[in-house]
């Protein structure tokens, strides 16, 4: 797949080896949320594989991988995927990588059982592009579609976006956000619901949680 570069993120991260290295370690607050998310996924899972979709450097693996169904993660970026894999080899479950485009995602409907998503909508900068990506990890899941986000209105993002303007942090400008409402909509028009939404410290903290379920 040769680099395709729609928007910031995802031609950074094709390139960018410091990204794969970093923050191997979340903060306290983004952990809580990813805890809750992983644990929802391996909840739900099945028979059928678990996707770490947009797995970057592998950090949820050890979670992820070691309790039961099997494990893939899938990424666009190469050199988060090198990272990634020395991370897989070291769990029980994990089976492959794939490097993928979310907007097409190169895989059969209802392939697996649960996708898991962490901290990788608030790098989307627009509605039809979060709506087709969302739209093809319902494609793909029989049972639930877990995600991490970013909420605009905490004092964990608004501190942040005072910093930037005194210390100068770009990353914080070009952040993006999925609102509640929004993840409901394209849910409901695929025929999914959203189940039950986590967020542990919501005036402070920016990370929420999203569980999303097929309707029966
Ligand atoms: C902030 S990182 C999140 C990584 C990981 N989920 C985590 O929680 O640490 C965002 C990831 O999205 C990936 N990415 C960006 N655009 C993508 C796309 N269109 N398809 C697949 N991955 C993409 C980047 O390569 C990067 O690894």
Redesign the pocket.
């Known amino acids: 797949m040769s680099p ?1 570069i ?2 910031l ?2 031609g ?3 390139v960018e080896i410091v ?2 290295n970093r ?1 191997m370690v ?1 903060g306290k607050s ?1 952990e809580q949320v ?1 805890h809750w998310a992983a644990q929802k996924a391996l909840s739900l899972a099945g028979d059928a594989p678990i996707l ?9 693996f050890p979670e992820l991988g070691n309790q039961g169904p099997l494990l893939f993660g ?4 190469d050199p ?1 995927l090198r990272v990634a894999q020395t991370l897989l080899e070291q769990t029980r479950y994990g089976r492959g990588l794939v490097r ?4 097409q995602l190169p895989f059969p409907d209802k392939s697996f059982d649960v996708i898991f ?4 909508f ?3 900068p627009s509605r039809s592009l979060r709506e087709s ?1 969302l739209s093809e990890m319902f494609r793909i899941s029989r049972h639930g579609v877990v995600l ?1 986000c970013k909420a605009r209105y905490s004092y964990e993002h608004i501190s942040k976006v005072v910093k930037s303007i005194f210390i100068g942090n770009k990353g914080v400008v070009h952040r993006y956000f999925i609102t509640t409402r929004e993840v409901t909509r394209i849910a409901e028009s695929n025929g999914w619901k959203l189940a039950e939404k986590y967020a542990p410290h919501p005036l402070i903290g920016a990370n929420r949680g999203y569980l999303l379920i097929p309707k029966k």
């Open positions: 395709n729609g928007y993120a995802k950074r991260f094709q990204a794969a923050r979340a983004s990813t770490d979709l947009a797995c970057g450097n592998g950090r949820h899938g990424d666009i970026s988060m993928l485009d979310a907007e998503c962490a901290r990788f608030h790098h989307l990506i991490t």
